[in-house]
């Protein structure tokens, strides 16, 4: 069956459009438009009438959760070592920096290199003095049901890819993503831990003011360097933090 597709109004360019040959099919991979995007079909059968639909896209950001929150238990896999991680491997460390990322996203996309390079900086710090640093954890909590390229298995090659120096988890029941509240990807939070109290979030705001759709703001890291500098060097991190923008998590339906 033939199909055309005529588009009357689009503004977000992360808008994946494909047809087979039992019907139509859209995924929306992430979205940055406030704007409806409205698309009509035609399938050209006898006697039929072209159909419409709307979707709402937007850009997410994350939500305000109150800093001092305790960091939240978890046991989840790394797809790429099939080891359990829990938040107690991560325990002699000063500072933790949890991160709500994916393979699909075009704002992850965008700050992977520079995440690995900002990671790597302070990971090798920590070991050139011989002492405790910065520990760093990725989370992927997409629906590998509705957006199969965020599964485990693509999980594990965009690791070995990019050399992530960090376990890259999956969250597969999404209850790691609700206990955090993260909402979208990438997100950021950075917990600092005082001898044997918890980990205790002090940051949870954007890597910095760049974005895809500007290229004239350089990508720096700079939001969060200077809240993991703070926090390394024991000194307090202010309370205004801009808030993440990106993808929002693609929760199972």
């Known amino acids: 069956m033939a199909l ?10 992360f808008v994946q459009l494909g047809s087979t040959a039992s019907g139509f099919s859209l995924s929306q991979s992430c979205s940055i438009s406030k704007h409806p995007l409205r698309f009509k079909l035609n399938t050209r059968r006898k006697h039929s009438h072209p159909s419409s639909f709307v979707i709402r896209a937007a850009r997410t950001e994350s939500k305000g959760v109150t800093l001092g929150f305790r960091a939240p238990q978890f046991q989840l896999p790394e797809p790429l070592t099939g080891k359990v991680w829990t938040l107690e491997d991560f325990e002699a460390h000063p500072a933790l920096l949890v991160m709500f990322i994916c393979n699909h996203c075009p704002f992850v996309k965008y700050l992977k290199k520079d995440i690995v390079k900002l990671t790597k900086f302070y990971m090798k710090v920590a070991k050139q003095i011989t002492l405790k640093g ?5 989370i ?3 629906s590998a049901a509705t957006h199969p390229q965020d599964g485990p298995e693509f999980m594990a090659e965009d690791a070995k890819l990019f050399g992530y120096p960090f376990p890259y988890l999956y969250d597969e029941s999404q209850d790691v993503a609700r206990d955090f509240g993260a909402v979208c990807t990438p997100e950021f939070y950075v917990f600092k831990k005082d001898g044997r109290r918890p ?4 940051y949870h705001g954007q890597y910095d003011d760049s974005r895809p ?13 200077l809240a993991i500098d703070r926090v390394l060097s024991g000194q307090p991190v202010p309370s205004e933090q801009k808030p993440s923008v990106g993808c929002s998590i693609k929760w199972h339906q």
Do not use: Q, W, Y
Request: net charge positive; aromatic share 6%; no cysteine.
């Open 213 to 225: 759709s500007n290229n004239n703001i350089p990508v720096t890291g700079r939001d969060l360097s």
């Open 199 to 202: 980990f205790e979030l002090v």
């Open 4 to 13: 055309r597709l005529k588009i009357t109004s689009f503004s977000s360019p």
């Open 140 to 142: 992927s909590s997409n």
């Open 134 to 138: 910065l520990a760093v954890v990725a």
